[in-house]
C-alpha cells in the first residue's frame, strides 16, 4: 500500500508536465522577454562581474547564447518597433523616439514633443502569431503608440494587453510606482501606490500580470505568444529595497542599479519556474533581450553606473550611439522541446529577424514583409551559407548609419565612413576604412539601396 502511495503521489507531481508534453507537429508558444537599456557587459554569461544574474545566466547556459545579436536601434521606440514590424530603420515607421518633422504632439514633461507610432498597415507580430492561430498578450512597456490613442497593443494584433502608454501619463509618470494601469481597454487604479504611495513596483507588477496570463493558457487548446517588457533597468535608479547589494561597500546608485538588475533577473527566473512546474516549458521557446545598450541618458550619474560595472563590456559607446555599444546587445534563446542546440552562436542576427524567426516557428512563412532572417536555423545549430548585410540608421546625433557585414562593421557619420573588423577590434578601435577599399565599396553600394525616406525623419 505505502508503495502504492508513493507511485500516486510520484504521478500527481508530475501530471502537470506528462500531460504538456509536445505532441509532433504542435505549434510552440512563444515567451519573449524585453529589458530596457541593460548592456551587453551587465549580464553574467556576457562578462559582469559584480551583478548576480543567475536566472538569465542558467536561461543561456540550458540554451542558446547569442554573442553577435544587435537591437533595432539605439534608443527604444524605433528599437521596439524594428522587433514588432520585422523592418530596420531605412524602412520602418519609427526611426527614433520624436520625429524631426510631423508626427502628433503631446506633453512630455513641461515640453511638447511629436511622435510617430505604429499603424494599421504596420503587421506585427502579433498579427502574424494571432492569424498562426495563437493567443496572444503584451505585458509591460509598449512605447510605439506615440500620442496616438488608437494604437495600443489592442490595435495591433494582441489580444490581451497590460501596461503603460505613452499617451496616459498616470500609467508613467512615475515609471516604477504607477498608481493606474491600462489593461485591456480600461484605466484601472493601482491602489497600492495612489497618493505617492510605493506599494506596487512596476516589475513586480509585470511579473505578477505574466504569471496570470500563463494560468490561462494551461489548456492548450491554442499555442501562446506572450511577450513581457520590463522597465529594469532603465533610469531613473529606484528600487524597494538593495536587496543583496544593501551592505555592498559601493556608492548608492551603484547598489541601486545592481538591484533593478537583480529584480529582473528574480523575475525572469519566477516566469521560467512556473513554465517548468506547470509543463509548459515542454512545448515554449522563451528569448531573453534588451532593447540597446546602457546608460539611458548621457549623466554623469548615469555615465558613473555604466563605468562602475563596465555595463558595455568591451565594447565601444552606449545607447544613442552606432557603435557596438549602442546596438551590441545580450539574447539567449531557451528552448527545453529542442536537443543538442548550440551552446554558443555567434550568427549574427538583429531585431528585424525576430518575425521571420517567430514566422518560422508558427509556420506561418508568408504574408508578410521583412528585412529579417529567422534565426531558428541557428538556434538549432545551423550555420548560415553566406554573410548578408544588417542596417541601422538614426537621426538623434546627426544623420548616422550603422552596417554589419560578416567580420565588419561600417559606421557612416558625416558623410564618412569608418570600418571596423570585428573578429580582431571589436572595441573598434581603429579604423581600418583606408585598408580594405574593396569592403568599403561593397558596403557604400549596399546603402545605395539600403533605405527608403521617411516622412518624420530627413537626411541632412
Not at 508568408?366 to 534565426?375: E, P, V, W
Request: hydrophobic share 35%.
Amino acid at each position: 500500500m505505502r508503495r502504492k502511495l508513493l507511485i500516486i503521489g510520484f504521478l500527481l507531481t508530475c501530471n502537470a508536465a506528462i500531460f504538456a508534453q509536445r505532441a509532433p507537429g504542435q505549434k510552440p508558444n512563444i515567451v519573449f522577454i524585453l529589458a530596457d537599456d541593460l548592456g551587453y557587459g551587465d549580464v553574467g554569461v556576457y562578462g559582469q562581474q559584480k551583478i548576480l544574474t543567475p536566472n538569465i545566466d542558467k536561461l543561456a547556459k540550458e540554451g542558446t547564447q547569442f554573442t553577435d545579436f544587435y537591437a533595432g536601434a539605439p534608443v527604444c521606440s524605433p528599437s521596439r518597433g524594428s522587433i514588432l514590424t520585422g523592418l530596420h530603420t531605412g524602412h520602418a515607421t519609427i526611426r527614433g523616439n520624436a520625429t524631426e518633422q510631423g508626427g502628433i504632439a503631446g506633453k512630455k514633461g513641461k515640453n511638447v514633443v511629436y511622435r510617430a507610432n505604429l499603424t494599421k498597415d504596420d503587421y506585427t507580430i502579433g498579427n502574424l502569431l494571432q492569424d498562426a492561430g495563437y493567443n496572444t498578450s503584451l505585458v509591460g512597456k509598449w512605447h510605439v503608440d506615440g500620442y496616438d490613442s488608437l494604437a495600443t497593443p489592442l490595435q495591433r494584433g494582441f489580444d490581451k494587453f497590460s501596461g503603460w502608454l505613452i499617451n496616459i501619463p498616470s500609467t508613467y509618470t512615475s515609471i516604477y510606482w504607477p498608481d493606474h494601469r491600462y489593461i485591456n481597454g480600461k484605466l484601472v487604479t493601482v491602489v497600492p501606490n495612489t497618493n505617492e504611495k510605493r506599494g506596487y513596483y512596476e516589475t513586480n507588477m509585470c511579473t505578477d500580470e505574466a504569471l496570470a496570463y500563463l494560468k490561462t493558457q494551461k489548456d492548450g487548446k491554442k499555442p501562446f505568444f506572450l511577450m513581457l517588457n520590463f522597465n529594469n533597468p532603465h533610469s531613473p535608479l529606484d528600487v524597494p529595497d538593495q536587496a543583496i547589494y544593501k551592505h555592498m561597500n559601493w556608492p548608492e546608485d551603484m547598489k541601486t542599479y545592481a538591484a533593478m538588475v537583480y529584480y529582473m533577473d528574480q523575475a525572469v527566473g519566477k516566469v521560467k519556474d512556473y513554465l517548468i512546474k506547470s509543463g509548459l516549458s515542454e512545448n515554449t521557446i522563451v528569448f531573453f533581450a534588451s532593447d540597446n545598450g546602457p546608460r539611458s541618458e548621457p549623466t554623469s550619474q548615469l555615465k558613473a553606473v555604466s563605468e562602475f560595472f563596465d555595463s558595455n563590456g568591451k565594447l565601444k559607446g552606449y545607447k544613442r550611439d552606432m557603435y557596438e555599444g549602442g546596438i551590441r546587445i545580450p539574447f539567449i534563446a531557451w528552448a527545453p522541446f529542442l536537443k543538442n542546440v548550440p551552446k554558443i552562436s555567434n550568427v549574427p542576427g538583429y531585431f528585424a529577424d525576430i518575425m521571420p524567426t517567430f514566422a518560422e516557428i508558427a509556420g506561418k512563412t508568408s504574408g508578410f514583409k521583412t528585412d529579417g532572417l529567422s534565426i531558428y536555423p541557428a538556434i538549432k545549430g545551423e550555420k548560415p551559407k553566406k554573410d548578408r548585410f544588417l542596417y541601422w540608421e538614426f537621426f538623434e546625433l546627426g544623420f548616422e548609419q550603422g552596417i554589419r557585414y560578416g567580420r565588419w562593421k561600417g559606421v557612416k557619420r558625416h558623410h564618412k565612413l569608418e570600418l571596423y573588423d570585428l573578429k580582431t577590434d571589436i572595441g573598434e578601435t581603429n579604423d581600418v576604412a583606408a585598408s580594405h577599399p574593396d569592403i568599403v565599396k561593397q558596403i557604400e553600394d549596399y546603402l545605395l539601396t539600403a533605405r527608403t525616406d521617411s516622412p518624420y525623419w530627413t537626411v541632412k
